[in-house]
């Protein structure tokens, strides 16, 4: 699989993007407001960290489609990567031991991620041994591209020897990005497409195993739980909204309702409510 994947920010002029440009086929994204129509964009951690609220919720409505990945790569800042996600940043200090480039790595990475909200794929060698994480992704929806993080210096001379194992695992993380849409009409859509916020997810878990006869009855539980934070004019629009969107259907959620919520990070709380009273 080809991936179109474009060097930002620092990246783009440091020698340590000179370096990925001798593994992976790469292009330079000279304006952060010039997004391209898909493909994987990588930066340096610490640049993402320093952009304004406002150049990253660019980012993040870019990331609302399919088949588009932002990836954050070595150095960070130690601290919260991302002001809308509770992903915290470290400084490593423990032996590591991986499976995959992971373990061709382990003894080059700096940094751990802690997080509760997040993804990652044990299969691919995103954790470490001892449980710790090297890498996480984040998808608003089933449907959206993906938000990404790793510890691995992609950009290691180590790397030069392992360039299979780069491209192996490149290509493994992006497939979670979905397959970018490439019609014109899909093109012309973006606006079209349900950025799911908090009210979005809190109906979504609370309708996880449930039916109701109206949609009414699903606000009605959620207020019954008294669980969260949610004024009643915002679930009101958001079951406009997963209803136009067939997220929820003639009472219950659609397959698409159920697949998006079992691709977010609110699984495990929905198996919680689900077992809880009506």
Not at 121 to 130: K, T
Not at 243 to 251: A, K, N, R
Request: hydrophobic residues 40%.
């Amino acid at each position: 699989m080809t991936i179109n994947t474009y060097l930002v920010g620092e990246l783009a002029t440091h020698r340590r993007g000179s370096v990925i440009a001798d593994i992976l086929p790469v292009e330079v994204l000279a304006d952060i407001e010039a997004l391209p129509d898909c493909g994987s964009l990588l930066m340096f951690g610490q640049n993402w960290q320093k952009l304004s609220s406002e150049q990253q919720g660019g980012f993040r409505e870019w990331l609302a489609l399919p088949g588009r990945q932002l990836l954050l790569i070595p150095p960070f800042n130690d601290g919260l990567v991302s002001a809308n996600l509770d992903w915290q940043v470290q400084l490593q200090s423990e032996s590591l031991v991986g499976e995959g480039l992971a373990a061709s790595l382990c003894d080059e990475v700096k940094y751990v991620f802690e997080a509760i909200t997040c993804q990652f794929e044990r299969s691919l060698g995103h954790s470490w041994q001892n449980g710790s994480l090297n890498t996480l992704f984040f998808k608003q929806h089933a449907t959206s591209g993906q938000f990404a993080v790793t510890s691995l210096p992609l950009w290691s001379l180590t790397c030069l020897d392992e360039i299979e194992a780069v491209k192996g695992w490149t290509e493994a993380l992006f497939n979670f990005a979905g397959i970018a849409k490439v019609s014109e009409q899909d093109s012309t859509s973006e606006k079209e497409q349900l950025i799911l916020q908090d009210a979005h997810h809190v109906l979504l878990c609370c309708a996880y195993g449930k039916s109701f006869e109206l949609g009414t009855q699903l606000i009605e539980r959620v207020k019954r739980l008294a669980l969260f934070n949610v004024n009643d004019e915002s679930l009101i629009n958001a079951l406009t909204d997963i209803e136009t969107h067939q997220l929820f259907t003639d009472g219950s959620l659609s397959q698409l309702g159920e697949d998006t919520l079992m691709a977010s990070p609110y699984k495990l709380y929905a198996d919680e409510l689900k077992r809880m009273a009506p």
